[in-house]
T-cell receptor
């Protein structure tokens, strides 16, 4: 079946603009995660959704970042008033559940460049 | 606070030899550990995992070892192949919590 898809694959935006990044998880996966990877850095956790539970937003770096997951499926990560330090690859992953034993499946990522 | 650390940013190994990638963690509550492999311009793909109740898990050429007392895990690839050249991330989590990833080790297997 189809894997995790993300769009756009690349996004160049001017500082101060808002951007929306989209993630389509694997059908049936109840857990969805957002990460970002800055140049030379590891994967930085941003937010995760588990079923109908309130999302864990503990990784969001500022209030300019927000995410939604509609209908338990598609998720959108929104960055308002983008800054140059927001430039990174944003990765989405989904899994059957966040509990023990279920690995995450990653999308190809969205490369965001803020000029 | 980096709870999962990969202290070697890069590693080069001759084809056919063993590759050993290391990972250290600080949180004793972690009960599950995973290794991911990442090619350029692609998302990470799951490689192998180990539960904290085990000290070894093997899958073909890949073996993960866990030393809980040292809070250390390692990934062994033997024999190494050129197609194994990629960035390898270790990750850890405990039930109901987020995943924590290391910064990655770039492996180059020299033909």
């Amino acid at each position: 079946g189809a894997g995790v898809s993300q769009s756009p694959s690349n996004k160049v935006t001017e500082k101060g603009k808002d951007v929306e990044l989209r993630c389509d998880p694997i059908s049936g996966h109840t857990a969805l995660y957002w990460y970002r990877q800055s140049l030379g850095q590891g994967l930085e956790f941003l937010i995760y959704f588990q079923g109908n539970s309130a999302p864990d937003k503990s990784g969001l770096p500022s209030d300019r970042f927000s995410a939604e997951r509609t209908g338990g499926s598609v998720s959108t990560l929104t960055i308002q008033r983008t800054q140059q330090e927001d430039s990174a690859v944003y990765l989405c992953a989904s899994s059957l559940t966040s509990t023990l034993g279920y690995e995450q499946y990653f999308g190809p990522g969205t490369r965001l460049t803020v000029t | 606070d980096q709870q999962v650390k990969q202290n070697s940013p890069s590693l080069s190994v001759q084809e056919g030899r063993i590759s050993i990638l290391n990972c250290d963690y600080t949180n004793s509550m972690f009960d599950y550990f995973l290794w991911y492999k990442k090619y350029p311009a692609e998302g990470p793909t799951f490689l192998i995992s180990i539960s904290s109740i085990k000290d070894k898990n093997e899958d073909g050429r890949f073996t993960v070892f866990l030393n809980k007392s040292a809070k250390h895990l390692s990934l062994h690839i033997v024999p190494s192949q050129p197609g194994d050249s990629a960035v390898y991330f270790c990750a850890a989590f405990y039930t109901g919590n987020q995943f924590y990833f290391g910064t990655g080790t770039s492996l180059t297997v020299i033909p």
